[in-house]
């Protein structure tokens, strides 16, 4: 099966056409070129990413599917893991793998960022029931030693996992539980495989994007300032995603921006100008997004965030089986604020894209369970070859039915 992704130019070479079907291992070795192509990419507005990010991306492959979890389940590694194995295997070059984890997510998401899945099925919470609605952004970061209702629970869990125990415990600091989760996933996935240097790197997506939108605000980004300021292209922009997946609708998804009330999330649509949340209201001015920018009160929404990531710097990334129909949206919807065009390759189908409970780690061993993937891999025993042979006979998952909002 073939998906028509229409290319950026009439001349635009091949990979405009996503081969989909043949076997698993086949769509990660095309997924992989798809990422690392930098011919149509920006270099202004990659380089000002990669000022943010503090690293080069050159040589990487991105992800913006996953979620910040600690590889729970095994849908969660189907990205990252086969992204490493072609390297090891050497049918690849090295690439770092960039996983822009998103931090938005409630803490009772499928993906339980709550806490972790053990590879029995057993779950240890590290955050409470009563903040189930609330997200690792906008919670700080656990220590479980210094939590009496942890302490029990994590002395096992932490003598089963002892690499983890100073992402758990004052033996490290983060800013918040985004950044804390995301340095966990990355401490799970260095353990994936044996004496290889681990090139899965972590970044909260949406502290990333708010870094991008100072920076470019400050700058007074032409394309930016068309979008959010121009009230007829922000008319027709916000008119031609309403009810898109993962933008905005009348009951779900946010305007924008999140607004945010303490440690939780509220809705903003736009009225005269503003963005409007019950008793609160930002005018859509400069000044006024770049207060909320600073102060993490505004925080930006899917679509801004796969704008500043993706769209402006002009990099591929990989998504799930819902990008395919909403990403693609939004570079439309995107191209049509004017200024700037891009090639709707840039949204490419990746994570989860294959069934990982068909694959066996190595020679041997039992197939990769459904709960608790992540940290049973820990063991470091896979083989990236192996694994690979494994991959070549599993089919990739066909693209569900495209969802939209209300």
């Known amino acids: 099966m073939q998906v028509e992704i229409p290319s950026a130019r009439p001349d635009a070479p091949a990979t405009s056409l996503q081969t989909i079907g043949e076997n698993s291992l086949a769509h990660h070795l095309d997924l992989h070129d798809r990422l690392a192509d930098r011919r149509r990419e920006s270099p202004v507005y990659r380089g000002l990413l990669e000022d943010c990010l503090g690293y080069s991306l050159e040589h990487a492959v991105i992800s913006t599917s996953e979620h910040a979890a600690p590889f729970n389940f095994s849908s969660s590694i189907s990205y990252a893991m086969p992204q490493w194995a072609i390297q090891l295997a050497g049918l690849r070059p090295q690439k770092r793998v960039v996983i822009m984890v998103g931090t938005l997510v409630p803490f009772d998401n499928r993906h339980w960022p709550r806490g972790f899945v053990t590879d029995d099925g057993r779950r240890f919470n590290v955050f409470s029931q009563k903040v189930v609605k609330s997200c690792p952004m906008l919670q700080p970061p656990v220590d479980v030693e210094a939590r009496p209702d942890l302490r029990k629970e994590s002395k096992a869990f932490l003598a089963r996992y002892p690499f983890l125990r100073p992402y758990l415990t004052s033996a490290m600091t983060f800013p918040d539980a985004a950044h804390q989760m995301s340095r966990i996933m990355e401490a799970i996935a260095a353990k994936w495989f044996p004496s290889a240097p681990c090139p899965v790197t972590i970044v909260p997506l949406e502290e990333l994007a708010c870094r991008m939108l100072i920076r470019l605000l400050e700058a007074r980004d032409p394309w930016l300032e068309r979008l959010l300021f121009d009230a ?158 494994q991959l070549a006979q599993c089919p990739v998952l066909p693209i569900p039915p495209a969802s939209d909002y209300d």
């Open 232 to 389: 007829p292209a922000r008319a027709a922009m916000t008119a031609s995603l309403m009810g898109t997946f993962c933008a905005w609708g009348k009951e779900h998804g946010s305007f924008l921006f999140w607004n945010r009330r303490g440690d939780r999330l509220g809705r903003f649509m736009e009225e005269d100008g503003s963005l409007v949340d019950g008793d609160a209201r930002v005018p859509i001015t400069r000044d006024a997004l770049l207060d909320g920018l600073r102060s993490r009160t505004l925080l930006p929404g899917v679509f801004l965030a796969l704008m500043v990531s993706s769209y402006l710097p002009g990099l591929a990334v990989a998504g799930g089986p819902r990008q395919p129909a909403y990403y693609l949206k939004m570079i439309r919807a995107a191209n049509a604020v004017g200024g700037l065009f891009r090639g709707e390759e840039l949204s490419t189908y990746g994570y989860w894209t294959v069934d990982m409970c068909r694959c066996t780690p190595y020679a041997g061993a039992d197939r990769i369970p459904g709960d608790g993937a992540g940290l049973l891999l820990t063991h470091g025993k896979t083989d990236p070859k192996w694994l690979c042979d």
